[in-house]
């Protein structure tokens, strides 16, 4: 039993570059979620899906895009990298919606 | 807007000492309110959940209790320990919202 796991680790990206930060989990959760921490500003909800095939967008979604197409996977995709989107990306999980219990250890992700 | 404020920003204490975390928001239709741990480069990791409904939760040596009238919940430490260290953080989930709103974080340093 994994948990919730997060790839890559760690990612250096140029503007305007692409790339998509993956997110599974092995605990057959509906919900999961992606968040950013930033320094002094805590965490903030970017999307959330409540099951496969569905999605919503949480307080900072601009420039990322979301999909569920599996109970497990709920990948996270930059369309174009900005130095504003560097930041640490943490997704979650969990069995009822709105209470993530379990996180993954995070994508640090720097764009120059 | 729900806003949830932590202070202290930072607390160093010693070795065997109680203390008191505090976390406070603006706005009392909760549903409920939790206490996360963060170790520096990992993940959050659940303490305690506590319901709108209750007015506290244990668990070993934490002790969280929640105020709803006056926007106020704390989180007891007993007997610190140097393992202890890491950032506290609490959330709220607003009533019929689907996500949590974070506070900024504690980090707390138990000396040896």
């Known amino acids: 039993n994994a948990g919730v796991t997060q790839t890559p680790k760690f990612q250096v990206l140029k503007t305007g570059q692409s790339m998509t930060l993956q997110c599974a989990q092995d605990?057959?959760?509906?919900?999961m979620s992606w968040y950013r921490q930033d320094p002094g500003m805590g965490l903030r909800l970017i999307h959330y899906?409540?099951?496969?095939?569905?999605?919503d967008q949480g307080e900072v979604p601009n420039g990322y895009n979301v999909s569920r197409s599996t109970t497990e996977d709920f990948p996270l995709r930059l369309l174009s990298a900005a130095p504003s989107q560097t930041s640490v990306y943490f997704c979650?999980?969990?069995?009822?919606?709105?209470?993530?219990?379990?996180f993954g250890d995070g994508t640090r992700l720097s764009i120059l | 807007k729900q806003e949830v404020t932590q202070i202290p920003a930072a607390l160093s204490v010693p070795e065997g000492e109680n203390l008191v975390l505090n976390c406070s928001f603006t706005?009392?239709?909760?549903?409920?309110l939790q206490w996360f741990r963060q170790d520096p480069g990992k993940g959050l990791t659940s303490l305690l959940l506590?319901?709108?409904?209750?007015r506290e939760q244990t668990s070993g040596r934490l002790n969280a209790s929640l105020d709803k009238s006056s926007g106020r919940s704390t989180l007891y430490i007993a007997a610190s320990q140097p393992g202890d260290s890491a950032t506290y953080l609490c959330?709220?989930?607003?009533?019929?919202?689907?996500?949590?709103?974070f506070g900024q974080g504690t980090r707390l340093t138990i000396n040896p």
């Open positions: 706005d009392s239709a909760i549903y409920n």
């Open positions: 506590i319901q709108s409904s209750q």
């Open positions: 979650a999980s969990s069995y009822s919606g709105g209470v993530p219990q379990h």
């Open positions: 899906s409540v099951g496969a095939g569905i999605t």
């Open positions: 605990m057959n959760h509906e919900y």
């Open positions: 959330a709220v989930i607003i009533q019929g919202a689907q996500k949590l709103v």
